[in-house]
C-alpha cells in the first residue's frame, strides 16, 4: 500500500501505506514476531525482519488477472526471481501487475536480498507494505510493516500466502498504491484476516491479522492475485479517480510507445471476486 498525503488520515500510522532494501546494519536478520503490536497473532512461532534497519484499475463485471490462486501451484524458477537493483516499482497499468505470480520453492540468500530490497524500495517511497508483482518479480511473495518506518513497528514477510479464514465484519477505508502514484480511494475489506504461509526459510506457520495489519495484507495479497485496489471499489467511488487511471494509462503509452494493455471503463457497478482460498 501507499502512503497518505497529510490531509488524509489523522495520524502517522494511517498515513503511510507501501513496501523496499535496508542496507545498514542490523543485530539480525529476523527476529520473533510481537503479536500484540498491530493487532497480530500466530498460531506458530512465526518469524519476522528486526525493527533497526529495514495497487488498480477496472474493465466491467471481470477484472483480467493471471493472478496465483490455490488453483496455480507452478513454481518460481531461478530465472523468475531475477532482479535488478536498484528496485523500482512498476506503475499500473504494466501488464506484470496482471500476471500470474508464481509460487516459491527455494529459500536461499538470493530470495532474503529480494527482500531487503523490497523492505528499501518500500521505505523510500513512503509505503507500509509491498507486493513482488510491484517489483517485476512475479513470485507470491509481500512485505509490511504498518509502522512505514525502518527501525520501527515490525517487519512481516509473507511467501506463499493463503487466506483460511476472513471476518464477516466490513470496513471502509481510504487506500492508496504505490502502484498507483497520488491516487486514493475508499476500499471496502473484511476487518480481519487469518493467514497460511511461509517464512523467509520456509517454516510454515499460520498469523491472524487485524485493523490495519489485516488492511495492508488484503491489498498486497490482492496483487498477488493480479487484483487491483480499483477493482474492489464501487462504481461511485471509482467515478472519482477515474481521469487519474486514464492518465496513468496516457503516461503509459507515452513512455513506451505501445497501447495501453488495459483501458478502465466508465463507473458501473462490479465485483472483485474471490480470495483465492486453499
Do not use: W
Not at 95 to 112: A, M
Not at 124 to 143: C, E, F, R, Y
Request: hydrophobic share 40%.
Amino acid at each position: 500500500m501507499a502512503a497518505y498525503p497529510a490531509s488524509v488520515g489523522s495520524s502517522s500510522l494511517l498515513r503511510r501505506a507501501l513496501f523496499l532494501p535496508i542496507s545498514h546494519p542490523r543485530p539480525s536478520f529476523f527476529q520473533l514476531f510481537s503479536a500484540s503490536r498491530f493487532n497480530c497473532s500466530t498460531s506458530t512461532t512465526a518469524v519476522t525482519r528486526p525493527k533497526p534497519p529495514i495497487c488498480v484499475a477496472v474493465r466491467g463485471g471481470q477484472t483480467k488477472r493471471g493472478g496465483s490462486s490455490s488453483k496455480n501451484d507452478e513454481l518460481a524458477t531461478a530465472s523468475d526471481l531475477q532482479f535488478e537493483t536498484p528496485l523500482k516499482i512498476v506503475e499500473y497499468p504494466d501488464p506484470l501487475l496482471r500476471s500470474k505470480n508464481k509460487k516459491i520453492g527455494t529459500f536461499d540468500e538470493n530470495l532474503k536480498k529480494l527482500v531487503d530490497e523490497m523492505f528499501s524500495v518500500m521505505y523510500k517511497t513512503d509505503g507500509i507494505g509491498l507486493s513482488a508483482p510491484q517489483v517485476g518479480v512475479n513470485v507470491q511473495l509481500m512485505v509490511f510493516n504498518p509502522a512505514g518506518e525502518p527501525g520501527e513497528g515490525e517487519e512481516i514477510v509473507l511467501v506463499n500466502p493463503r487466506v483460511s479464514k476472513i471476518s464477516k465484519k466490513r470496513v471502509l477505508f481510504n487506500e492508496g498504491c504505490l502502484s498507483f502514484p497520488g491516487i486514493y480511494a475508499d476500499v471496502e475489506r473484511p476487518e480481519s484476516v487469518k493467514v497460511d504461509a511461509m517464512d523467509i526459510n520456509g517454516a510454515r506457520f499460520i498469523i491472524s491479522l487485524s485493523e490495519l495489519s489485516a488492511r495492508v495484507f488484503q491489498h498486497e495479497f490482492d496483487h498477488l492475485e493480479g487484483i487491483l485496489f480499483f477493482d474492489r471499489m464501487t462504481g461511485k467511488v471509482l467515478e472519482t479517480i477515474f481521469a487519474k487511471l486514464q492518465a496513468l494509462e496516457k503516461k503509459y503509452e507515452d513512455k513506451t510507445g505501445l497501447a495501453s494493455p488495459e483501458k478502465v471503463q466508465a463507473p458501473i457497478k462490479r465485483v472483485a471476486v474471490g480470495f483465492g482460498k486453499s
